[in-house]
């Protein structure tokens, strides 16, 4: 199979969901002067899988942003966070040696109401509503317009130290064009070094959902389990000779470790497993070794 020079921007696409801990916006908490309205804040997540390429140090990734967050009371905000991947030097998957590589992502606007509703049976529905710009290189080589993006957590106490949540955020992508041509250098085999190209088909939606079980030990450390869905859809395009679109399945399960060790940091600790459906080449097997990651999220508040 050929190897294609993959961007850190497919590595974030395919990184998009993990365990609905490490989506709950915990840089909400603290941070900040108590008389001010304006907060800062940082956001990591590092991933690297679990296979370890038989070449020598595996490669690992991070998603990273900056929050400039505008309180308008206890439980409503503003934020602008732009965005921005590195990865180390390492082995990626396609048996590649990669040297270290920064990225500006596409920054995005967001309003957040954690106190959207309280439904019957002590359920508390929070939101946040998002506009992703266009400013990665990844989105100006598609001629993407923009991204919107809705993330609604209901959860609810079971207990003192237990809770449960769902979680559902759908994304649609405006695009000014269906497809797109991706440009590639061979790696290996007798075309190495050569350039290369095919039309890709663009895409048009996401939808995550997943529910949540969380066990808090004390205030400093906690453990979580999640099943989740991905689902993905792309433009039908007669470009590449895909007339009908396209969409993806894919079943994500995670096993958490929360530590809560300041009021101005977390970090959790997450193994995470996706996986295809719907795979013509082989069944379906939880916690398949080449299809599970490590990730460590990071949250720093100032």
Known sequence: MRALKISLVTFVISMSSFAATS??????????SSWSPWRTSLFSLASRPVNNPDEGRT???????????????????????????????????????KKPKAEIG???????????????????????FRVHLPTSKQSKKINQIAKLEGVFTFERLLAKMWSINYEVRPKYYIQSQTSYLNEFTYSRGSRAGEQGGSVSQNKEYEIEHSIELEKKFNKLFGMAVSVGMEHQGWHASSVNERPEARHSDDLIL?????????????????????????????????????????????????
């Open 23 to 32: 989506l709950y916006d915990r840089n909400s908490e603290g941070g900040g």
């Open 59 to 97: 490669q690992i990734s991070t998603y990273n942003y900056f929050s400039v967050d505008y309180k308008l009371d206890g439980g409503r905000k503003y934020s602008i966070r732009p965005v921005f991947f590195y990865e180390t030097s390492g082995w990626n998957d396609y048996g590649e040696y």
């Open 106 to 128: 596409d920054l995005y606007v967001q309003y957040v109401d954690y106190d959207l509703a309280y439904l019957p049976g002590d359920v508390a529905l929070s939101g946040q």
């Open 254 to 302: 995670g096993v958490s470790g929360v530590f809560d060790v300041h009021h101005k940091a977390n970090f959790i600790l997450s193994i995470q497993n996706s996986a295809p459906v719907h795979n013509a080449k082989q069944n379906y097997k939880a916690f398949r070794s080449d299809e599970v990651d490590v990730s460590l999220l990071s949250f720093i508040r100032f």
